[in-house]
């Protein structure tokens, strides 16, 4: 097991460096930079070069590289050309509000999947099934953003029920966190219920009905342990799709976070912060990734025995 984990954590850190050196030369082919947006377009000449020069955009591509890996070990992600502040201080202070956002989306996105996917799968061929078939179909066809900009139009608009911008309290989150469960939802419901119809077809829910275990106890601890491991695999996967949902309902209600502050770094060609931005969430990624490996072992003990033969699940 040690020898898997240590493997994993290896492969970890060069998918982050990765995604890091394929940002940071992406965003520097791309047309303009951080000294044209920071001193304007009507400045004189040497103050672009002012800006190239304090922010170090003046040196060669492979230079910059080299300074900006060199300040990791010390906890220095570098100074936001835009706000003028180291890149850690910017997104600690939007950070919260997305993992508030994410957090209470993916929980409510598990929990709904969990009774929906089981129920569906338990009656299926019933007028429930059908319903769950329905919206997931519905779910999986409509776009993150479409379905943000109907939910504002309905019921903050028309019926005037919630905030349609920026965050005033709990009643701010309601909207952004419909958009990511509506998009989201679909896709771990129709896993769980194609897994959960599977293992109630298996010997072992035939034996546990004959011994007269209830239904529930049999749909919801034995069969559901055995749908929940291809599950994870899912949930993992769909981290990054649940991120991407939250950079959109960020964006369409005007949200505080760390999606919103991705787009306006981009924008501004902001090298530092987009790539400090880069690092976090993908660092964020690789344990979500992690976590799903080690509950593997916890739900199914024959991952767990397998590891240290195998390498792997």
């Known amino acids: 097991m040690a020898t898997y984990l240590i493997r994993r954590f290896l492969i970890s850190v060069l998918l982050i460096a990765g995604i890091f050196v394929i940002v940071f030369f992406a965003l520097r082919a791309a047309a303009g930079g951080p000294a044209q947006f920071g001193a304007g377009s009507g400045a004189r000449r040497d103050v672009p070069e002012r800006y190239r020069r304090d922010f170090g955009t003046d040196k060669a591509p492979l230079e910059q590289l080299i300074d900006f890996l060199s300040g990791l070990p010390r906890g220095d992600f570098g100074t936001s050309s835009r706000y003028q502040e180291p890149t850690l201080r910017v997104i600690g202070g939007v950070a919260l ?170 924008t501004s060609r902001d090298y530092e912060l987009v790539q400090s931005i880069a690092i976090v969430t993908a660092s964020v990624f ?11 072992a916890l739900i199914d003990p024959r991952i767990r025995t397998q590891w240290p033969v195998a390498g792997g699940r």
């Open 97 to 266: 509000n997305t993992v508030r956002l994410g957090g209470i989306s993916l929980l409510f996105v598990m929990l709904l999947s969990v009774v929906l996917g089981v129920l569906s799968a338990v009656k299926r061929g019933s007028w429930l099934d059908h319903t769950v078939l329905a919206v997931t179909v519905f779910g999986q066809s409509a776009p993150a953003f479409w379905v943000g900009l109907m939910l504002a139009l309905v019921f903050a608009v028309r019926l005037r029920l919630f905030p349609a911008v920026g965050y005033a309290g709990v009643k701010s989150l309601v909207l952004p966190v419909l958009t990511i469960v509506v998009a989201e939802l679909p896709w771990h419901v129709s896993v769980i219920r194609s897994e959960m119809i599977e293992a109630l077809l298996q010997d072992f829910v035939r034996t546990a009905r004959a011994c007269g275990i209830r239904s529930s106890r049999i749909n919801f601890l034995y069969a559901l342990r055995n749908a929940a491991i291809p599950w994870l695999s899912v949930l993992g996967v769909r981290a990054g799709y649940l991120f991407g949902g939250t950079i959109v309902a960020e964006v369409v209600f005007n949200y505080p976070g760390l999606g919103k502050l991705f787009i306006q770094a981009v």
């Open 286 to 296: 690789v344990f979500l990734s992690f976590c799903v490996d080690v509950a593997y």
